[in-house]
């Protein structure tokens, strides 16, 4: 069943703008938004003053002053006086918030063309600041100081997943699958022009700790690490058509599910509510995981994505290592994941990521990835997470 069937309307993407990620000394988090604002109603053939609201996604918890951003997009245009504009937390699962948020905004037919961004602006604070804001997405961490910062939280899953599960192929460690991981999304974001990092480390450096990778928290090294980013998104959510660069792309289903924020009521090495979200997105969209050609997912550390292998049903719990292992997720594999790079290697402006991975799952679909595009993409995926599984949404996306 399509969202037309169910909600009596499609759900199109019809423009969507990008900027670079990456440490942007020369931008602000206003010249962020504008600029994707700008290209995004561009794109979608619209002009300023046909949207109806405006959904932005951030986080922010502290590493910028400002506090009350969602006017910001207005500075692109007097004709977007008087729209009513939201800002979006979920933490880094803000951007997608702001999505889900706009496409029930036109859902509920209160909305024709909603503008949805996602953007943060990290690197201007330090590394103190930004390791507390990030640790305010911590039930127990919240207020306490820390050496190992988030890294340290998810350094705990991966000990947990270790000692459950650990890796059922003679002489591999879980260390030396997630460098695999890590090579992976290294590798693939050498094709994305919007990627923070174009290095390709390689399997021996990421699986290996040493000056230039020296351990963040054990297991986890700075390879396992997605880097401290800024960055933008915007894509433009209508119900028909609006005359865009490039042909639309449909929304087929989506899913959020949130799970209980302390940790004592959490399996760590389930991400229960990850897998919720991934099973409400597919029953919406009357699909499973074999009906998807690839997947944008959320690797803010490389234990992240070996777990999402199994929520999303691509393998049994504690057998997610055979995804990396028998090369399914390679882009020549039969479920690329993070051809983008992903967070790893793409860069991970919190409050940018849902939106990031909505609008390079829209270029697969329209044959617009440029390096990055996949043979035949006609439907996709992409999934964003706040906090150690918290705040999850999944997004299937098919090509018109
Ligand atoms: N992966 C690979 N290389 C990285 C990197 C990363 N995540 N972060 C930095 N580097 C590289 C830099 O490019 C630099 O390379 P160079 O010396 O060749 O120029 C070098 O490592 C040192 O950079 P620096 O910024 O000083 O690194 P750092 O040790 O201060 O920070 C991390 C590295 C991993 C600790 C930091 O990126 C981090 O905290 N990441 C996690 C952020 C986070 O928690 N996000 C929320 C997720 S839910």
Redesign the pocket.
Known sequence: MSLKDQFGKDILLTGWGHSKFGKLTDDTLESLIVQVTGEAINNSGLDPKDIDEIYLGQFNSGMQPLGFTSSLALQLSADLANVPATRTENA?ASGSAAFQQGVKAVLAGTARNVLVIGAEKMTDAG?DVV?AA?LGASYEMAGKASST???GLFAEVAKHYDKRYGVKIAGESLGDVLGSIAAKNHHNGMDNPYAQ?HRDFGVEFCRTISD?NPM?AEPLR??D????SDGAAAVVLSTSATGGTTAPVRLAGFGHANDFFPAEKRDPTEFAATRASWERAFAMAGVGIEGLDFAEVHD??TIAELIMYEAMGLAPRGEGSRAVQEGWVYKDGKLPINVSGGLKAKG?P?GATGVSQHVIAAMQLTGTAGDMQLPNARRGAVQNMGGVGIANYVSVLEAV
């Not at 690490?225 to 401290?228: F, G, L, N, R």
């Open positions: 880094c590394a390791g990030l910062g988030f890294t990092m230039k963040v700075r390879t690490c997605s880097p401290v803010c550390f991970h919190v």
